[in-house]
């Protein structure tokens, strides 16, 4: 695992598309239990080189309910972007993750863990990509009909604060979802 990790730390396949230039970030361990597929790093996680730490990663861990500790505690749970590297501004955010990183490493990640037993699936890259044609019409149909894909994958929207009045106008997922995914965090953490 180790020697996978550093090659993907390493990996330019795409350099020539990121402003930033390449800085893949990724957190993984064997034991780990849970896995959160993510879209890809922000500015911010960009520059300290630390998953989800901006404001999305506080909403999110606020919805596991868990500790920073246990956040970033690999051995519990991975943290895998669909895109491995800022990719760049768009007009309304962050351009989507580089098509070229989950073909070229999820699997091999994933399979160097096999103790997996729950993946969350955040944002709709990271739902089409892995519930293969069995996404709804839109986002909010998938999220809210999440226990079609457990107990394998949990399907949850991005945490982004600009997702702000996607969550107001949804108030069923912070209600059931939200106390869905903090059960089953709790399952796969005490067990």
Known sequence: MQTLLKDIRACEICKEHLPLGPRPIVTAHP???????GQAPG??????GIPWDDPSG???????????EIFYDES???LVPMGFCYPGKGKSGDLPPRPECAPQWHEVLLS??????????????AQKEYLKGNTK????????????YLPGFLPLPHPSPRNRFWLMKNPWFEK????EL??????LLDS
Request: proline share 2%.
């Open 176 to 179: 059931e979802i939200v106390a």
């Open 43 to 48: 500015t911010k996680v960009h520059k300290t």
């Open 182 to 187: 903090q059960k089953q965090i709790r399952r």
């Open 137 to 148: 019409k839109t986002l909010t149909e998938t999220v809210k009909n999440y226990n079609e």
């Open 76 to 78: 519990k749970i991975a």
């Open 58 to 68: 506080k909403q999110l861990r606020k919805w596991l309910n868990v500790s920073d």
């Open 112 to 125: 160097k863990m096999p103790n997996l037993k729950l993946v969350i699936l955040i944002g709709t890259y």
């Open 31 to 37: 034991d780990a239990k849970i896995v959160i597929i």
